[in-house]
């Protein structure tokens, strides 16, 4: 059940309104959707995708069609070569089951001032042993897609990752190869407009993290990242308002714990959609 307030739309494969938004969007164009389409139709690597779908890429290029085009290669290209993020995307199997007793997994269910959703994620659990990085990242592009599915022209997305439970030896389980294909699709195949990372609770070996990370990541978005140390969050209300977070960090939304049960609730029900792009990656 949602928060009071919420102003999240449903998560379905229909719940987005591609005439409503062509009608109320003056830069979303009808000629540009059906180039796409006809663009999308002739390649072999790309499975059948909905028209909604071509909003969300041309909404986070700026309605660049070419760029729109790459973007949608990159994508398909990432998902297809990355199966232990993006395949078996089912929160009932054990993989993903267990991390989310390890972690919490928010979508913010009310929009900032200018319209921004935020994401949260965050250790509940410190043991680093019961941390996996590729389960982990399955939930969060899970909930990456079913937000974009519903909303795929947000003016921008702010990416928290609370990190007081975090040490660094939850860092050198990451996947490496993983990471570097990750790291590339947020920089070419992602269809979100980014408009921030904010870290909370850096720890003291956060440095050594953003120098590894400097290797294979974006240096700007990395050097753009905001770093918040301690449970003073007078900085983090700068960045984002209190109604947009939750009790934990001073908001005035319910705990992190709960925002994270709705969230989670919310992706059940799409399991059948999950399995269905799977498939259709499979056979391209």
């Not at 591609?18 to 180039?35: H, K």
């Not at 990395?222 to 109604?243: Q, R, V």
Request: include cysteine; charge should be negative.
């Amino acid at each position: 059940m949602d928060v009071p307030g919420s102003d999240l739309p449903d998560w379905s494969p229909d719940s987005f309104d591609v005439e409503r938004e062509l009608r109320v969007n003056p830069r979303l164009r009808r000629e540009d959707l059906e180039e796409m389409k006809e663009w999308a139709s002739r390649q072999r690597s790309i499975p059948a995708m909905q028209e909604g779908d071509f909003v969300k890429f041309l909404h986070s290029c700026n309605y660049d069609v070419l760029a729109a085009e790459a973007c949608i290669q990159s994508y398909f290209k990432t998902r297809s070569s990355t199966p232990n993020i993006f395949h078996n995307r089912d929160l009932s199997l054990d993989g993903p089951q267990r991390q989310t007793n390890v972690l919490d997994f928010i979508v913010v269910p009310r929009l900032t001032p200018d319209g921004c959703r935020v994401i949260i994620n965050g250790l509940k659990d410190p043991d680093p042993n019961n941390f996996d990085f590729d389960d982990h990242q399955k939930i969060f592009h899970m909930m990456l897609d079913a937000m974009l599915m519903a909303e795929p022209t947000l003016p921008g997305v702010v990416i928290i990752y609370d990190l007081h439970l975090g040490l660094i030896s939850h860092f050198w389980k990451f996947g490496f190869l993983s990471q570097r294909r990750l790291f590339s699709y947020f920089q070419t195949g992602l269809p979100i407009v980014l408009k921030g990372f904010i870290l909370l609770h850096t720890p003291s070996y956060i440095n050594t993290v953003m120098k590894v990370l400097r290797n294979f990541g974006d240096k700007k978005r990395l050097d753009e990242t905001k770093l918040l140390m301690g449970n003073d969050y007078s900085k983090l209300h700068a960045l984002i308002p209190k109604e947009c977070l939750p009790s934990d960090y001073g908001g005035s939304l319910p705990s992190r714990a709960e925002l994270s049960e709705m969230t989670l609730q919310r992706l059940k029900p799409l399991r059948d959609m999950f399995a269905e792009e799977e498939a259709s990656l499979k056979t391209n």
